[in-house]
Nanobody, 128 residues
């Protein structure tokens, strides 16, 4: 069973940057697409970004496009989410999730479906 552990959340001022990490274990890392989702208080969970298992192709939601970069370190079985120009509306619990052999959407207008495996989440708070 794939297990995911997020880290790197915290409090950051508006305009600042943050890097989240998602450590993956319990399964063959190369077989899983990893995505980041977030959920703000009172809002539905939103897919933020995705990196495909096979070719590392990526997808970004419009809300973070140009401010977020997802990357993968296969040697460490870890996926990173680098976010810059953070705004208070980016405040949320950020979750990484894994889905076996899933291909990230080809267009930014798509939405991510629910993934099968989830981490416990890490809080990101952006102060104005």
């Amino acid at each position: 069973e794939v297990q995911l552990v997020e880290s790197g959340g915290g409090l950051v001022q508006a305009g600042g940057s943050l890097r989240l990490s998602c450590a993956v274990s319990g399964a063959r890392f190369d077989d899983y697409t990893i995505a980041w989702f977030r959920q703000a208080p009172g809002k539905e969970r939103e897919g933020v970004t995705c990196i495909s298992y096979d070719d590392d192709s990526t997808w970004y939601a419009d809300s973070v496009k140009g401010r977020a970069t997802i990357s993968s370190d296969n040697a460490k079985s870890t996926v990173y989410l680098q976010m810059s120009s953070l705004q208070p509306e980016d405040t949320a619990v950020y979750y990484c999730a894994a889905q076996f052999a899933f291909i990230c959407p080809p267009t930014p207008t798509s939405v991510l479906p629910d993934f099968a495996s989830w981490g416990q989440g890490t809080q990101v708070t952006v102060s104005s």
